[in-house]
């Protein structure tokens, strides 16, 4: 299980169209940062 405490400095893109996500990380350059990202997929609210 994967538990997010918060988040402090950064951005959230929400309801990303289905096989979208690695189009806009690459097309964002996220590759090339040294920086932490999560690309969560079917989350559910507990």
């Known amino acids: ?4 405490g918060g988040l402090k ?3 959230v893109l929400d309801h990303i ?5 690695l ?3 690459y097309n964002l350059g996220l590759d090339k940062l ?3 990202v999560a690309i ?5 609210k507990q």
């Open 1 to 4: 299980m994967l538990n997010i």
């Open 9 to 11: 400095e950064g951005i």
């Open 17 to 21: 169209e289905a096989g979208k996500s």
């Open 23 to 25: 189009e806009i990380y």
């Open 34 to 36: 040294d920086c932490q």
């Open 40 to 44: 969560i997929k079917k989350c559910k």
